[in-house]
Structures are given as structure tokens and as C-alpha cells.
């Protein structure tokens, strides 16, 4: 599903170099959900923007579906990141004068899909994600962990086969910081789909089929056991 060999970040700020990720290697199963733990500044959302196909490595391959993304050219890639990936992120990054309805089928705008199926695939992740009532407020009308639910649908509308959530919970208390965990879990399960989490919290690591520890922009892994007897309820 997704693959990284070999890969390394370097930002340049005039003479200054900053090594963000080094020799990254790793690989994730298709339909799994992994977290990516470790401490501000370990390069947790520099690996997620590589992955996202929104950066690209200094060196080394990032191959989606084996695809290598860095083969692509730009119009391409915004193509193909479009269709394959939806990003979830820490402060929700919802459009205020839309209603919660409204900002999920807002993605699906620009893919040519008919109304009313349109209208139809909105609804269904806006129940899906616990927001039914709560469809036609507007995000200033909802609180963080209802935000981040109409994220959670925005970021599936598209049936995308990764999902990116970049330290997803930041804003969260902890109550509301696990229902999302959870949510999350049960949706990736629901719709088939691979999620890659980040998070500081190692309290959060009990949910992952896999882990990976970054620290200092190294990345190390741990394949867990999947959870063969839950399953979600849709
Ligand atoms: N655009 C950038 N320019 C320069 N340095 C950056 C940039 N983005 C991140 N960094 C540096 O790269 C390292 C990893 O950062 P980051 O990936 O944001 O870590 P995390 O998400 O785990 O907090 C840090 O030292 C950070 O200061
Ligand atoms: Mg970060």
C-alpha cells in the first residue's frame, strides 16, 4: 500500500540546514491503521507531507499503491493526491460559512459526480460520523471533537485509499481526543481504508495495527496485532 525507501528531508533556510528525516524506511499494509508517535520536532508532519505527496524527499522514494509519486509530475500528482488521499488536521481547517453538510460535500465539488449522488455520499458519512443532527451548523456552532467529526467525513467522501491525520487530537481534550480515535477506527474499518495518525501521546497507541517512533527525524516501527474480533458498527 504504501511504501518509503530510503528517504531523507533536508529544509534549507538560507545557510542553514536543518536534517528533518533521515533514511526513513518503512512499509504499511493495505487497510491498516498506523500511528506515528514521537515528541514535537521529531518529523512526524515532514513525514506526513511526504507521504501526502505535498513535499517531496531530498532523497528516496515515497510509492503509494506502487506508484512512486516522485515520477509524476505536478499536475499529476495534485490529480492523483486528490483522488487517493484525504488529510485530516489538527485545527479541522473548515470553512466557517459553511454548514458542516455543506464543508463535506465541498470535496466531492470538483469531481464532475452527479447532485444527487453527490448529495447521497454526503449524507452517508455525515450519519456515519455521528453528525446527522447536526448538519446544517455551521463550525463556529460546533464543538472541537463535532469538528473534527465533519474532518473525519470530508477527509472519506472521496473513498480515498489513504487517509493522513496529522496529530488529530492536538486540540482535543483526552475524552474527546479517544471518541475521535475511536471514530477514526471504526471508519477505517467501514471503508476499507489505510490511516496513517500522528500524535505526541503514546496513550493513543493501543488503537494501531502498527507503530512507528520518530525521534530526531529517525523513524523506527513496530508491526502490532491486528484486532481480528472488533468490528465496526456500519
Ligand atoms: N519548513 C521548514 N523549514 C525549516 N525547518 C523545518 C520546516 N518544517 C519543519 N522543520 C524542522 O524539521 C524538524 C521536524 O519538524 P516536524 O516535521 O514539523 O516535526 P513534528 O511534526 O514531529 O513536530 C524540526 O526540527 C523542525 O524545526
Ligand atoms: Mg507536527
Given at each position: 500500500?504504501?511504501?518509503?525507501?530510503?528517504?531523507?528531508?533536508?529544509?534549507?533556510?538560507?545557510?542553514?540546514?536543518?536534517?528533518?528525516?533521515?533514511?526513513?524506511?518503512?512499509?504499511?499494509?493495505?487497510?491498516?491503521?498506523?500511528?506515528?508517535?514521537?515528541?514535537?520536532?521529531?518529523?512526524?508532519?515532514?513525514?506526513?507531507?511526504?507521504?501526502?505527496?505535498?513535499?517531496?524527499?531530498?532523497?528516496?522514494?515515497?510509492?503509494?499503491?506502487?506508484?512512486?509519486?516522485?515520477?509524476?509530475?505536478?499536475?499529476?500528482?495534485t490529480?492523483?493526491?486528490?483522488?487517493?488521499?484525504?488529510?485530516?488536521?489538527?485545527?479541522?481547517?473548515?470553512?466557517?460559512?459553511?454548514?458542516?453538510?455543506?464543508?463535506?460535500?465541498y470535496?466531492?465539488?470538483?469531481?464532475?459526480m452527479?447532485?444527487?449522488?453527490?448529495?447521497?455520499?454526503?449524507?452517508?458519512?455525515?450519519?456515519?460520523?455521528?453528525?446527522?443532527?447536526?448538519r446544517?451548523h455551521?463550525?463556529?456552532?460546533?464543538?472541537?471533537?463535532?469538528?473534527?467529526?465533519?474532518?473525519?467525513?470530508?477527509?472519506?467522501?472521496?473513498?480515498?485509499?489513504?487517509?493522513l491525520?496529522?496529530?488529530?487530537?492536538?486540540?482535543?481534550?483526552?475524552?474527546?481526543?479517544?471518541?475521535?480515535?475511536?471514530?477514526?477506527?471504526?471508519?477505517?474499518?467501514?471503508?476499507?481504508?489505510?490511516?496513517?495518525?500522528?500524535?505526541?501521546?503514546?496513550?493513543?497507541?493501543?488503537?494501531?495495527?502498527?507503530?512507528?517512533?520518530?525521534?530526531?527525524g529517525?523513524?523506527?516501527?513496530?508491526?502490532?496485532?491486528?484486532?481480528?474480533?472488533?468490528?465496526?458498527?456500519?
Amino acid at each position: 500500500m504504501l511504501e518509503l525507501e530510503g528517504v531523507c528531508k533536508t529544509y534549507s533556510e538560507g545557510d542553514i540546514e536543518v536534517q528533518a528525516l533521515h533514511d526513513v524506511n518503512l512499509s504499511l499494509d493495505a487497510s491498516s491503521f498506523c500511528m506515528i508517535v514521537g515528541p514535537s520536532g521529531s518529523g512526524k508532519s515532514t513525514l506526513l507531507n511526504l507521504i501526502g505527496t505535498l513535499d517531496r524527499p531530498t532523497r528516496g522514494r515515497v510509492l503509494i499503491e506502487g506508484q512512486d509519486v516522485n515520477l509524476l509530475p505536478d499536475r499529476e500528482l495534485t490529480r492523483f493526491r486528490a483522488g487517493r488521499i484525504g488529510f485530516i488536521f489538527q485545527s479541522f481547517n473548515l470553512m466557517p460559512v459553511l454548514t458542516a453538510f455543506e464543508n463535506v460535500e465541498y470535496a466531492l465539488l470538483q469531481t464532475g459526480m452527479p447532485k444527487a449522488q453527490r448529495r447521497a455520499r454526503t449524507e452517508e458519512l455525515i450519519e456515519a460520523v455521528g453528525l446527522g443532527a447536526h448538519r446544517a451548523h455551521r463550525p463556529n456552532q460546533l464543538s472541537g471533537g463535532q469538528r473534527q467529526r465533519v474532518a473525519i467525513a470530508r477527509a472519506l467522501v472521496k473513498r480515498p485509499a489513504l487517509v493522513l491525520a496529522d496529530e488529530p487530537t492536538a486540540n482535543l481534550d483526552s475524552s474527546n481526543g479517544l471518541a475521535i480515535v475511536e471514530l477514526m477506527r471504526d471508519m477505517q474499518r467501514c471503508f476499507d481504508t489505510s490511516f496513517v495518525f500522528s500524535t505526541h501521546d503514546p496513550m493513543l497507541l493501543g488503537h494501531a495495527d502498527q507503530v512507528l517512533y520518530a525521534n530526531d527525524g529517525r523513524v523506527t516501527g513496530e508491526a502490532l496485532k491486528a484486532h481480528p474480533g472488533e468490528s465496526a458498527a456500519c
